[in-house]
């Protein structure tokens, strides 16, 4: 409302407006449930180089398959109204106000709109600016969450100021329902704040390198690292492919050699050796990864004491004293501590489940003692165990991404847990 016939001193004069508009740039799609085309005259004054000879931006009132560009588009759900000066540059071919034309196009004839929305909340991680969470957007939001229970968007939900802010206990309440219901992490922000982020979130105005002085600053961290662990056959591999909007480490970077098909006591001396060094090399892929990563919330399946249970236990510190060897040559680096999830199931369900891939040497004993020395490696500090006990996909992801964005960060020290499991060696040879 009484917006300054400038639309330049306009845009200067809003506290925030004119840093939303690299992250629209850069976006591949910007949903606007506003009728106005302020965003666009905004985005027509402030082209970005690559832009200075097309319009720098798509307008779109209709989801069509294919866009124009691989950025900058933006849709206008509810039809737009252009001003008087763009009457013929923008689409006026659809106007949904009244109650019958919303019932069209979410529900009736026009109920692709409706697909097209719930698809892209699904399948992108979405920033929620100025978005009221009811009617259409809120059931929408709740589809795509069924549909795939690990993403999550980021949701600003505005205050006027920290005297007149919700209470904390408001807030933990607002923040637990917008997550469990819409898969919403809440951020509850002032208008500077909201500036802030956007700032943050453009590496023009904050580069890399001011991003992780002010992180340091701040003594906040840039790299978050989980890892998934747990008995064959309990579902840690499925849950992380519900989290791949997170930077996902399968358990195997390369396809397996054949040596890994065939059971472990049919192999010989050096078939052992070869399968050893194989995965032993797998670990030391994934822990270099995560150490040259300067940004990231990382799902790593399997942390690097798990090949500990597949091992006899009087040779734990024989191949934790090789882990790390293999992992850290020379030990002149560490192993990337990070928060441990630990998958536990009914032994006897995961003996079935095994059976069917094949494996059959997994018997129901086998993967009971399993599980025991999984929870004996991980102990202490930095480990969360969730049973999966009779429980579905939707929930254990639930309880993981609970973990990932609502608990305290305290990660689990990988590192001395290979020493301790090497010195008990050393201590059992003096």
């Known amino acids: 409302a009484n917006v300054d016939d400038d639309q330049q001193r306009a845009l200067n004069m809003h506290p925030y407006f004119a840093a ?92 692709h ?27 929408v939001l709740m ?8 993403n999550y968007h980021y949701y600003i939900h505005f205050i006027e100021d920290e005297a007149t802010a919700p209470t904390a206990e408001q807030q933990e309440v607002i923040s637990e329902t917008n997550f469990n219901v ?26 890399n390198d001011s991003l992780k002085d002010l992180a340091a600053q701040c003594n906040v961290k840039l790299k978050y690292h989980f890892y998934l662990t747990g008995a064959i056959g309990v579902g ?61 919330i990382s799902i790593v399946d399997r942390p690097p004491l798990d090949p500990l249970a597949f091992t006899r236990k009087e040779e734990w510190p024989a191949k934790a004293t090789y882990m790390l060897d293999s992992i850290c040559p020379n030990r002149r680096w560490r192993v990337e501590p990070g928060v441990v999830i630990l998958f536990t199931g009914d032994h006897h369900v995961l003996s079935a489940r095994v059976r069917t891939t094949g494996r059959s040497e997994y018997s129901e004993d086998r993967l009971a003692d399993m599980q025991r020395d999984l929870l004996e490696i991980y102990e202490g500090s930095g480990v969360f165990v969730i049973d999966t006990s009779h429980r579905s996909i939707l929930e254990v992801t639930k309880e993981v991404a609970g973990i990932i964005y609502r608990k305290h960060y305290q990660p689990f ?11 008990r060696g050393n201590d059992s040879t003096s």
Not at 48 to 67: H, I, L, S
Not at 194 to 201: F, M, R, S, T, W
Request: glycine fraction near 4%; hydrophobic fraction near 40%.
């Open 236 to 296: 840690k591999s499925t849950t992380a492919n519900q989290l791949r909007s997170l930077n996902v480490l399968d358990e195997w970077l390369e396809t397996r050699p054949e040596v890994l098909a065939r059971r472990w006591d049919q192999l010989n001396a050096g078939e052992k050796k070869e399968a050893d060094d194989w995965i032993a090399s797998q670990f030391a892929a994934k822990n270099n990864t995560l150490r040259h990563l300067e940004s990231a």
């Open 113 to 139: 709109d409706s697909s097209f929305l719930v698809t892209h909340f699904a399948r992108k991680t979405c920033l929620l600016l100025g978005c009221n969470l009811e009617d259409d957007l809120r059931n």
């Open 413 to 423: 020290d990988l590192h001395n847990a290979l020493l301790n499991q090497e010195e």
């Open 182 to 207: 819409y898969n919403l992490i809440t951020l509850f922000l002032t208008r500077e704040k909201i500036k802030a982020l956007l700032d943050l979130i453009n590496d023009k105005t904050v580069a």
């Open 20 to 111: 939303m508009l690299p992250l629209v740039q850069g976006s591949s799609l910007t949903i606007n449930f506003n009728f106005d085309d302020l965003l666009e005259r905004s985005l027509a004054l402030n082209k970005k180089a690559a832009d200075k000879d097309n319009r720098g931006f798509e307008v779109v009132t209709d989801p069509w398959p294919q866009f124009r560009r691989a950025d900058s588009v933006i849709y206008h759900p509810h039809g737009i109204v252009p001003s008087k000066s763009r009457l013929m540059e923008l689409p006026v071919d659809r106007f949904v106000f009244s109650e019958s034309a919303y019932s069209v196009q979410y529900v009736g004839s026009r109920g």
């Open 143 to 150: 589809r795509g969450a069924q549909i795939n229970p690990g």
